[in-house]
C-alpha cells in the first residue's frame, strides 16, 4: 500500500479514514494518528470559532480557543472507536468544545489570581511607602529603602509565601539549619502578631494569614481603605521594631 504524503492528507475519501483507523486502533500506526489529526484540524478550528463568536468577553485571543480545541481532539482521536458506528465528528464536537470551556474557565482562574495577588501586593507596597524622601539626603533615602525593603520582607513571612525555599521544596543550604531557622522565625512573628494592639492585629491576620484586600477589611471594621492601610503600615513598623530582638535574623535591620 502506498502512503500519500501527510501534507496531501487534508481531504479524505471515506474509504481512506477507515484505512485509517484501522492502521490507528489495529496496529497503532502514529502516522495515521497524525493523518487524522490533520484532516480534522479544521474542523475544531471551525468550532473554536464558533465559541469565540458566541464569546462574551474579549479577555482572551481566538488562538487560545484553537489552543484547546486542538486539546480536545487530541483526546478525541485517542479515545474514538469506529466500531461503534458513530461518526467522529459527532463524537469529538461536545469533546472539543467543553475542551475549550473548560480550558478557557481555567485560564482566567489563573488570571484572576495572579491579579489578586498583584493588587494585594500592591496594597501593601502603596501602605508600606508611606512618605517617600525627596532624595537630597543619601542617608535618609537608604533608611528609607530599607524600611520598605524589611516591610516587604516582613510580609512574605507573614503569609509564608516560599520567599526562603526553593520552588521545588529544597532549602537554600545543605544543611537544612536555614529552613529549621525559617520556621522558628515564622513561629515567633505569629506571636508577635498576637501581641499588637487590636486593630492592627485584625489587619494582619485577615490580609495575609486570611488573604482579605485591604477594601474588604475596611467594610468588615467600618472605616475607609486610606484608613486600613495606615493601620496596616503602622502594624508592619511595631513588627519591624519587635523583630529586631531577634538576634538570628537580619530581617529587620
Request: proline letters at 3%; charged letters at 30%.
Amino acid at each position: 500500500m502506498i502512503k500519500r504524503p501527510l501534507q496531501t492528507m487534508d481531504s479524505l475519501g471515506q474509504e481512506e479514514e477507515h484505512a485509517l483507523w484501522r492502521r490507528l486502533r489495529e496496529e497503532g500506526d502514529l502516522s495515521a494518528r497524525e493523518a487524522l489529526l490533520i484532516h480534522y484540524l479544521p474542523f475544531a478550528k471551525i468550532l473554536a470559532a464558533k465559541v469565540y463568536s458566541g464569546r462574551y468577553h474579549d479577555e482572551f485571543e481566538f488562538g487560545e480557543y484553537v489552543q484547546y480545541a486542538t486539546v480536545g481532539l487530541l483526546e478525541s482521536v485517542s479515545r474514538f472507536d469506529p466500531a461503534r458506528g458513530v461518526k467522529f465528528k459527532t463524537f469529538a464536537g461536545r469533546r472539543i468544545i467543553g475542551s475549550i470551556l473548560n480550558g478557557l474557565e481555567h485560564l482566567s482562574e489563573k488570571q484572576q489570581q495572579i491579579s489578586f495577588r498583584q493588587r494585594m501586593a500592591s496594597e501593601r507596597l502603596q501602605s508600606i511607602r508611606g512618605r517617600q524622601p525627596d532624595g537630597s539626603n543619601p542617608d535618609e533615602l537608604f533608611s528609607y529603602l530599607a524600611q520598605v525593603a524589611v516591610g516587604l520582607a516582613l510580609g512574605y513571612i507573614l503569609e509564608d509565601s516560599g520567599m526562603y525555599r526553593r520552588r521545588n521544596g529544597g532549602s537554600y543550604t545543605n544543611n537544612g539549619y536555614e529552613a529549621v531557622e525559617t520556621e522558628q522565625l515564622r513561629e515567633r512573628m505569629r506571636s508577635l502578631v498576637d501581641k499588637l494592639p487590636e486593630r492592627e492585629r485584625s489587619v494582619i491576620k485577615y490580609h495575609y494569614m486570611n488573604h482579605v484586600p485591604f477594601e474588604e477589611i475596611a467594610d468588615m471594621l467600618c472605616v475607609t481603605k486610606g484608613r486600613i492601610s495606615q493601620i496596616h503600615k503602622h502594624a508592619i513598623d511595631l513588627l519591624r521594631q519587635a523583630m529586631k530582638e531577634v538576634r538570628s535574623c537580619d530581617v529587620a535591620w
